[in-house]
C-alpha cells in the first residue's frame, strides 16, 4: 500500500478590507438595537431620570453594554452576528478561543477607529453634524488604510492585540439524502 501524506492544514485567508468595512457598518445596525434595548432598561431601572448622574450613568451604561457583547461574542464562538453573517472570525494563535484579556484588550484597541476623531472633534470645538461626521469618515479610512501597511493585512488594533480576522469557507449544501 502506497504510505498517504498527512492532509495539509488549510490557508488561512484574510478577508478583504472592502468585506471588513462591510462587516462593521451591518455591525453597526446590529449594535444600534442592542443599544436601543438598553437604553430602555436604564430607562426603566432610573424611572427616566434626567439628574446629571443618570445621564453620565446611560453613557457608562452604554460603553459596559458594548463591551460585554463584543467580548463575549468573541470569547463564545469567535464572531458576531455580522461577522457570522458574512463568514468572518476573530483567533487568536494557538488558542481555541479567544481568553477575556486579549478579548478586551482588542476592544479597548478597537476604539482607534473612532477616539482620535472624536478627540480632534473636541480639541478644536468642533459640533456640527457635518463636522463630526466628516472627521468620523477621515479617521475610520485611516484606520483601514493600517491594513495596507500590514503584512497579513490586519488592521493595527488586529496586529497589536495579537488577534487576526479569517475568512471562513462557504458551508457546503445541504443536499436530501434518499428517502427511506
Known amino acids: 500500500m502506497p504510505a498517504t501524506e498527512p492532509s495539509k492544514p488549510a490557508a488561512v485567508v484574510t478577508p478583504t478590507i472592502l468585506r471588513r468595512v462591510t462587516v462593521m457598518l451591518y455591525e453597526a445596525l446590529l449594535l444600534f438595537a442592542v443599544e436601543m434595548l438598553a437604553i430602555a432598561v436604564y430607562m426603566l431601572a432610573t424611572l427616566n431620570s434626567q439628574h446629571p448622574l443618570a445621564r453620565d450613568g446611560m453613557k457608562l451604561w452604554l460603553l459596559l453594554v458594548t ?19 458574512w463568514r468572518i472570525k476573530v483567533v487568536r494563535l494557538g488558542y481555541h478561543k479567544l481568553p ?14 473612532f ?5 480632534v472633534c473636541w480639541a478644536f470645538g468642533l459640533h456640527g453634524k457635518a463636522q463630526i461626521g466628516m472627521a468620523l469618515a477621515v479617521g475610520i479610512v485611516a484606520w483601514a488604510m493600517t491594513a495596507l501597511l500590514d503584512k497579513d493585512r490586519q488592521f493595527l488594533h488586529d496586529r497589536l492585540a495579537g488577534t487576526r480576522l479569517v475568512a471562513l469557507p462557504k458551508a457546503a449544501p445541504i443536499r436530501p439524502g434518499p428517502s427511506p
Do not use: E, Q, V
Open 67 to 85: 463591551a460585554a457583547y463584543f467580548m463575549w461574542c468573541w470569547i463564545d464562538s469567535g464572531h458576531t452576528l455580522a461577522m457570522k453573517t
Open 100 to 113: 477575556i484579556r486579549t478579548a478586551a484588550l482588542r476592544f479597548l484597541l478597537a476604539w482607534g477607529w
Open 115 to 119: 477616539a482620535p476623531a472624536l478627540l
